[in-house]
């Protein structure tokens, strides 16, 4: 049975491009660990050579042709966008001078 | 104004304007607005979409095959220069840039939004609890959970505010919350409906699905939204499935045991029970079927719709759209701090469990166990659909639940989902039928069939 601690969860807040606060952090572990548990019920089921199902119709990948299409203005695309300079995305400066 | 076929009579006979039903339907949003329902009501432009309509009527031109229908749609869905946000803080002010699909095509053909429902966050959850815009009540009593994750587009249809709610179905996101609301739920089969414009939970389970008391309406609405569409490559292209002639009688199998599998209420398991007898009464073959995997569905369903969400949430960065955090020092901290404020617990929750199932050392053991039981159970499924026409379940194990109830305790509410989540795990169309009330609380009755069987299961449904 995995266990999941604190090292676990900082891990996967890394890779998940998360950062909890404590109380936030101590409330899913406790869940994650009750959730796993239930996960772990998976291992009763006898799955020797059985090839995993990665699609579940036939009807995949029906690709259209490559033509290229205007889609969307300059304005259009930055439409959204938080914070755009000059026509260009924005992101707060993270390369320093030396 | 809850049948397809009244309001079009009112409409022929001149009893009725569009602007006449848009402005009823707003009526019924004022009166049910502490239930939560809609984010946006997109009052103006429905009106302005009604006189034209009634104008174009009065020309003599030909109508289009949604005329008469106005709906809800789901906060998941895109529509073009409209605000859509999946019940998200992390979308807050987001406008589409284009329009679903299905939402284009029911617009052609003369359907009116009416607006836009609150829904769990990026259609996680069971209850609708979790979402930024706050709860949605069941009309039915509002100390209850209208269901999830289309809860509010469940109770749109339930409290009259449209005809056709627009919702999707991940898990039983559709049926759990038309059963909770009294109001039939219809999931489509994997690929029956484009999910161009829905905004992406878990891709190989998600599907667009319909609410309504009438289903005509939903019938109608299908057959305008459905088909193959270039822009999604898992969309169906209907013309090449060969139809089924409809029969007077059906075999229907229902899984031995179920009745008492230890999660089903009492009132749940007795009008399940009675629901058998009328079907066998009414000269159906209704037939106990052996299935040993019902207590994996669950784990099956939630090892691999967090594992896609947890990649499909990956888009939300802070940066091209969406709340961006301020004071952040380095990019990484900008996407952590960016996604941590815009994300709501259960979303978090949902990611982190995803990233452990995909992640070195995990992935063996839960993610590919996971998709090998998938491939299991949609085998032991087709083999009894080599043998009946359809599955009988019920929608879910009890009725709806108080508000705040399940909320501290996600793995009870996941529990909750036992029923509806086989569905998509094969990518099954499946519906849920109004099956009565119990103590002042709605439930209902499911039916599921063969992939691209959907035409024979609305109409079967319509005749129950």
Not at chain 1, 33 to 45: A, G
Not at chain 1, 93 to 98: W, Y
Request: glycine share 6%; hydrophobic share 40%; proline share 3%.
């Amino acid at each position: 049975m995995t266990k999941i601690d604190s090292d676990l969860i900082s891990k996967l807040e890394q890779l998940s491009r998360l950062s909890l606060k404590a109380a936030e952090k101590e409330k899913i572990t406790n869940d994650l660990n009750s959730i796993v548990e239930m996960f772990d019920k998976l291992q009763e089921v006898d799955t020797i050579g059985v090839e995993p199902l990665r699609h579940i119709t036939h009807h995949i990948n029906r690709m259209r042709e490559d033509e290229v299409r205007g889609e969307l203005t300059n304005e259009q695309a930055l439409k959204n966008v938080p914070k755009s300079v000059d026509g260009f995305i924005a992101v707060p400066k993270f390369l320093k001078p030396k | 104004m809850t049948s397809l076929q009244s309001i079009r009579q009112q409409l022929d006979s001149g009893d009725l304007s569009m602007v006449g039903v848009v402005e009823y339907y707003l009526h019924q949003i004022k009166q049910s607005r502490d239930l939560n329902i809609y984010i946006e009501i997109y009052r103006e432009e429905a009106l302005s979409a009604a006189e034209r309509l009634d104008a174009k009527r009065a020309a003599g031109e030909e109508m289009g095959a949604l005329y008469g229908i106005v709906a809800s749609i789901k906060d998941v869905l895109c529509y073009q220069d409209h605000q859509v946000t999946a019940g998200s803080h992390i979308l807050d002010g987001f406008e589409s840039q284009f329009t679903a699909t299905s939402l284009e095509r029911a617009l052609a053909e003369d359907m009116i939004i009416i607006g836009r429902t609150n829904c769990d966050e990026f259609a996680m959850g069971s209850s609708n609890e979790n979402s930024y815009y706050g709860p949605t009540f069941n009309g039915i009593d509002p100390d209850r959970v209208p269901g999830g994750s289309s809860g509010a587009a469940a109770v749109s249809v339930q409290m009259d505010t449209c005809l056709v709610a627009f919702g999707s179905d991940t898990g039983g996101s559709v049926r759990q919350p038309a059963a909770f609301c009294g109001v039939y739920g219809y999931k489509p089969t994997y690929g029956r409906i484009s999910r161009y414009g829905l905004i992406a939970y878990a891709s190989s389970f998600d599907q667009i699905g319909l609410l309504s008391k009438d289903v005509s309406a939903i019938r109608e609405t299908l057959s305008v939204v459905e088909g193959q569409d270039q822009m999604d490559s898992t969309s169906a292209d209907l013309a090449s499935i060969e139809s089924t002639a409809p029969q007077k009688t059906y075999k229907i199998a229902y899984f031995e045991h179920i009745a008492d599998h230890p999660a089903i209420a009492p009132a749940i398991r007795e009008a399940f029970q009675d629901r058998i007898e009328q079907l066998r009464a009414a000269g159906h073959e209704v037939v106990p079927v052996s299935f040993d995997l019902i207590d994996y569905l669950v784990p099956t369903y939630y090892v691999l719709t967090t594992a896609e969400a947890s990649s499909n949430l990956h888009r939300f960065d802070g940066v091209r759209y969406g709340h961006q955090a301020k004071d952040a020092h380095d990019i990484h901290e900008l996407y952590a701090k960016s996604r941590s404020e815009g994300f709501g617990t259960e979303v978090k929750r949902r990611i982190m469990m995803g990233t452990f199932v995909l992640s070195v050392g995990y992935f063996d053991a839960y993610f590919n166990k996971a998709q090998q039981v998938r491939a299991l159970l949609t085998e032991q499924i087709k083999t009894i659909f080599a043998e009946h026409d359809f599955i009988l379940m019920p929608t879910t194990p009890d009725v709806a639940w108080r508000v705040g109830e399940k909320v501290d305790d996600p793995l009870e509410m996941y529990l909750s989902d036992i029923f509806t989540v086989l569905a998509n795990l094969c990518g099954l169309p499946a519906i849920s039928i109004p099956n009565g009330v119990h103590e002042g609380l709605s439930h209902g009755i499911q039916l599921l069939a063969r992939q691209f069987d959907d035409d024979r299961l609305i109409d079967f449904s319509a005749s129950l």
